[in-house]
Nanobody, 126 residues
């Protein structure tokens, strides 16, 4: 079992930035597909980004391209989602997730991933 622990969320004004962290004690992300998802109140969840194990490429949902950036620190078993130029519509609980089948690559659905963290709340005020 893989434990994922998100942190770094908070309340920020529009235009601000946060760095979300996803730590995985005892697990190495390298080589697996890693996704970030978000869910706003009353809305269905959606994918934000995914780093594919197949192509070793990070993909971003159109609304966050140019504003969000994924990075990682393998020594710390941690991946990061830098969220910048935040908008009120970015308000949501953000989740990281990992897919263990390295041959499948990314999934844009929560259900396609194998493990998720507990989420971290990002609230953007206007």
């Amino acid at each position: 079992e893989v434990q994922l622990v998100e942190s770094g969320g908070g309340l920020v004004q529009a235009g601000g930035s946060l760095r979300l962290s996803c730590a995985a004690p005892g697990f190495t992300f390298d080589g697996y597909s890693i996704g970030w998802f978000r869910q706003a109140p009353g809305k269905s969840g959606g994918w934000v980004s995914c780093t594919s194990s197949v192509s070793d490429t990070t993909y971003y949902e159109d609304s966050v391209k140019g504003r969000f950036t994924v990075s990682s620190d393998n020594a710390k078993n941690t991946v990061y989602l830098q969220v910048s130029s935040l908008k009120p519509e970015d308000t949501a609980v953000y989740y990281c997730a990992v897919r263990l089948d390295i041959g499948l690559g990314c999934s844009v659905d929560f259900s396609g991933m194998d493990y998720w963290g507990q989420g971290t709340q990002v609230t953007v005020s206007s």
